[in-house]
């Protein structure tokens, strides 16, 4: 039972190139989430999806796009990639109310 | 709109002294509420969380936490601090059968030999 599980562990990527992070989870849950931390801001939510084949806007969705593939994967692709969106990325997938989160992805955008 | 503060941004203290870490949210009802911590390079793991009845909740590596509604707080403890309580802390509340959370800024704990 490997939880929630994001790929890739590190990006770093060029301003204008695009990339997309990869999210699944082996627990059932409806709910999953796309969030960005940054030093001294806390968690922002980029994107979530209440359940398959639906997704919606949070705080932070300028320059990010999400795909809910099917319920267990959700993925985050930012198409023209700039240096404000360096940060380090956590999926998470939501449950009785609690939100259980994967390891993160930390991309560098030069 | 719902917010969560979290007045430290940093806390040091000695290996085996007693910690608080502060958390007050703005909220009408009673929320959700939630403690995380976060090791240096890892994701968020759940502490422990508070839906309804008793205000004092246990959580796991000796965590407690206690709801004060007068106070809009829910401030999080732990009598005897060990080197490996050092990470960041995060607050969170959610609404009633929602699922969207909002998280405080985050607290440092730093811990001493």
């Known amino acids: 039972n490997a939880g929630v599980t994001q790929t890739p562990k590190f990006q770093v990527l060029k301003t204008g190139q695009s990339m997309t992070l990869q999210c699944a989870q082996d627990m059932n849950h409806n709910s999953m989430y796309w969030y960005r931390q940054d030093p001294g801001m806390g968690l922002r939510l980029i994107y979530y999806s209440a359940s398959e084949g639906t997704t919606d806007k949070g705080e932070v969705p300028n320059g990010y796009n999400v795909s809910r593939l099917n319920k267990r994967e959700f993925s985050l692709r930012l198409e023209s990639a700039a240096p404000s969106q360096t940060s380090v990325y956590f999926c998470a997938s939501g449950g009785d109310q609690t939100q259980y989160f994967g390891p993160g992805t930390r991309l560098l955008v030069l | ?113």
């Open chain 2, 1 to 113: 709109a719902q917010s969560v503060t979290q007045p430290d941004i940093h806390i040091t203290v000695s290996e085996g002294a007693s910690l608080e870490l502060r958390c007050n949210y703005s909220y009408g009802a009673t929320p959700y509420l939630f403690w995380y911590v976060q090791s240096p390079g890892q994701g968020l793991q759940l502490l422990l969380k508070y839906f309804s009845g008793d205000t004092l909740v246990q959580g796991i590596k000796g965590f407690e936490a206690e709801f004060k509604r007068s106070q809009s707080s829910f401030n999080l403890r732990k009598p005897s601090v060990h080197w490996s309580d050092a990470a960041e802390y995060f607050c969170a509340v959610v609404k009633d059968y929602g699922q969207n959370f909002v998280f405080g800024p985050g607290t440092r704990l730093s811990v001493l030999p």
